[in-house]
């Protein structure tokens, strides 16, 4: 966990937020043991903003490794930060009880996705 949470710090100054100035890492370890990493994208166009998160996931994905077992963020603040909604969502539709590492300058938390999107929407609620 600390060496995921390690993985996403390293990437993080390739973040690239001139308008928020929020930089953001993540770090996905799939069941394959693979590591993705990713980081903000934002653009002159706010909301095609992409999240470090989804950046991260989508990139697994995109190489064809759909288990994803834990999401790490790191952001360098006092508190950890949470994935957004619309990542919440994104990492459920792959594992809805992934494990989500919340990391920060001081301090890491740890979730089950499952505590931070109860009741999820899923395939299974399309019958
Ligand atoms: N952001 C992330 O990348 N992940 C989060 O979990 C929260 C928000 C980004 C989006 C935007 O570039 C900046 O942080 C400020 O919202």
Same mark, same amino acid.
């Given at each position: 966990?600390?060496?995921?949470? =390690?993985?996403? %710090?390293?990437?993080?100054?390739?973040?690239?937020?001139?308008?928020?100035? !929020?930089?953001?890492? #993540?770090? /996905?370890?799939?069941?394959?043991? *693979?590591?993705?990493?990713?980081?903000?994208? =934002?653009?002159?166009?706010?909301? $095609?903003?992409?999240?470090?998160? *989804? @950046? &991260? @996931?989508? %990139? &697994?994905?995109? =190489?064809?490794?759909?288990?994803?077992?834990?999401?790490? @963020?790191?952001?360098?603040?006092?508190?950890?930060?949470?994935?957004?909604? #619309?990542?919440?969502? /994104?990492? &459920?539709? !792959?594992?809805?009880?992934?494990?989500?590492?919340? #990391?920060?300058?001081?301090?890491?938390?740890? @979730? *089950?996705?499952?505590? $931070?999107?109860?009741? #999820? !929407?899923?395939?299974?609620?399309?019958?």
């Amino acid at each position: 966990m600390e060496e995921l949470v =390690e993985r996403a %710090k390293a990437v993080l100054n390739n973040a690239y937020a001139p308008y928020s100035k !929020f930089k953001v890492a #993540a770090a /996905v370890r799939t069941k394959s043991g *693979r590591v993705y990493t990713g980081v903000n994208i =934002e653009n002159a166009s706010y909301g $095609l903003t992409i999240c470090a998160e *989804r @950046v &991260a @996931v989508f %990139k &697994a994905v995109s =190489e064809g490794d759909r288990d994803i077992e834990v999401v790490a @963020v790191y952001t360098d603040t006092e508190e950890p930060t949470p994935p957004c909604g #619309a990542c919440r969502q /994104v990492i &459920a539709e !792959f594992n809805p009880d992934a494990l989500i590492v919340m #990391a920060s300058r001081k301090k890491t938390v740890v @979730v *089950r996705l499952s505590e $931070l999107l109860p009741h #999820a !929407f899923t395939r299974k609620n399309l019958g």
